[in-house]
């Protein structure tokens, strides 16, 4: 996958707030959220990685998310997949189980 | 109406519902109602891989050396999946061909199918590679009530499609009377309540069924046992986890009403039912694993925790089609499986290391001498 991204762009190290019930984590825009709650110690939920098996669907109640590709996967209305979606603004996400 | 292998008719097939409409003609890709299934297409070809490719020597050597107990649950897991694949190989053919109107998903079936077709042949690779004589094997499946019992269920919606849609191309609508079966209505209702039944029922045997012997066979690479067989199961499961894909947006295209109106309201009247098709489908694969584990356990995995594991995934697979989860399991019980199922590491040779879906012959044919200017020898 080609990165669009460019250096030095403002968005590059924009930091925002993911909230998931009561805590709270800081994320960036390098890279999609799976890997980033992984390494705080969240477990998701995933499969394929590649945004086909739609395994790592959560709830994102609100804010915004970007695809870099389009998914191959159906997305609900109101989910996301969190393998391959880049956070771009405070959001906040939920399990479907809660 | 009875099916035409090159229907005549002039008509848009960009208006054409994914079922029951207009047979298709043209097989043409340039334009698509749904291009969704044209990516799927593309993705599993990308995947394309051989069990031949894959050496089993140390399995057969592994395999001697299981306690008999460890034998049983690794023989019936495989005679299980050989069984899900021979449905699976033909099914989507048979019974979806003759209704699909849309050229893009007409190819995706068939692509589909043709890809559980080499899951099929892999499972004799295996079981060749194992025992002596697999005869043994193959024949029990036709007699074994543990599996059979299995292959009513994953075979019923298939069946009555299929049965309906012939009754249908023959005599057409209306209320036919069939020696041994009674009265059968055929009408657009009923063909397409079939139908949504039969979809709802192939994501749960791909989504569902298949991960019970998944986990078993993840489980005994654990122990770096079985491990040809593993790598084997991992691309059979990165094609599962792609053809449940391909149902679950065809379920969700016929409740959402985008694809054909007539189809939402049919599949809103299913919703119980299709529920009761996943929970009653986690109840039997529960079972299942009682019976996998009935003379004992292997190490890190017992009927318990696949039983957890299976009400697990279960309630992912039923959110995915848009139903509230059913069972109380909210964290994955063996959340190790999920690095043997990733598939982004599923890797046959170096040059495929950086990108599962490696393309072959991807050359730039647009080069001229200004790119080789930083080359110096």
């Known amino acids: 996958m080609t990165s669009t991204s460019k250096q030095g762009t403002p968005s590059k190290d924009q930091v925002h707030r993911v909230l998931l019930g009561k805590q709270q984590f800081l994320v960036t825009e390098d890279e999609p ?11 998701i939920e995933y499969q394929c990685r590649e945004g086909y098996c ?23 209305s109101g989910y996301m997949l969190a393998c391959c979606a880049i956070v771009k603004s405070d959001i906040e996400i939920a399990f479907f189980h809660e | 109406m009875s099916y035409s292998t090159f229907n005549r008719k002039q008509f848009d097939s960009m208006k054409e519902p994914m079922f029951f409409g207009e047979n298709v003609n043209v097989a043409r890709y340039d334009q698509q109602k749904h291009p969704i299934f044209e990516k799927l297409i593309e993705k599993q070809l990308s995947f394309f891989w051989r069990p031949e490719e894959v050496d089993l020597s140390s399995d057969r050597k592994d395999f001697q050396r299981l306690a008999e107990h460890e034998q049983h649950i690794f023989l019936s897991n495989l005679k299980y999946q050989t069984l899900l694949d021979s449905v699976q190989g033909r099914s989507p053919n048979v019974a979806l061909l003759p209704i ?5 998903l007409e190819t995706w079936i068939e692509t589909w199918s043709f890809s559980e077709t080499i899951h099929s042949r892999s499972y004799t690779h ?7 004589d697999p005869t043994v094997i193959f024949d029990d499946i036709t007699v074994n009530t543990e599996i059979t019992k299995r292959a009513d269920s994953v075979s019923v919606y298939y069946d009555r499609l299929i049965e309906m849609v012939s009754l249908y191309n023959t005599l057409g609508m209306g209320t036919h009377h069939i020696p041994g079966k009674g009265n059968v209505e055929i009408s657009m209702p009923t063909l397409k309540k079939a139908l949504y039944l039969t979809i709802a029922s192939v994501n749960v045997l791909e989504a569902i069924r298949f991960y019970v012997s998944f986990a078993c066979s993840f489980a005994f690479a654990e122990r770096t046992l079985m491990e040809g067989n593993a790598k084997i199961i991992k691309l059979i499961a990165r094609d599962e986890a792609l053809h449940l894909t391909g149902t679950q947006h065809m379920l969700n295209l016929m409740a959402s009403g985008k694809d054909d109106p007539e189809m939402a309201v049919i599949a809103a009247e299913c919703q119980e039912e299709v529920r009761n098709i996943f929970i009653e489908a986690a109840e039997q694969e529960k079972e299942w694993a009682s019976y996998l584990f009935k003379d004992g356990s292997m190490i890190g995995l017992n009927a318990q925790i696949l039983g957890q594991y299976v009400e697990y995934i279960t309630n992912v697979r039923m959110q995915a089609v848009g139903l509230d989860a059913c069972f109380g399991t909210k964290h994955n019980p063996i959340p190790w499986i999920n690095a043997w199922l990733v598939s982004d590491n599923v890797q046959v040779a170096p040059q495929e290391a950086e990108i599962s879906s490696y393309l072959v012959g991807q050359t730039d044919n647009n080069l001229d001498d200004s790119d080789f200017d930083d080359f110096d020898l």
């Open chain 1, 54 to 76: 739609s395994s790592c669907s959560i709830k994102l109640l609100w804010g915004q998310v970007e695809y870099p590709f389009e998914p191959l996967a159906w997305v609900h």
């Open chain 2, 126 to 132: 295996i079981i060749r590679n194992i025992v002596n």
């Open chain 2, 100 to 104: 699909v109107s849309l050229p893009e």
């Open chain 1, 33 to 43: 959220l799976l890997p980033q709650l992984e390494r705080a110690g969240i477990h």
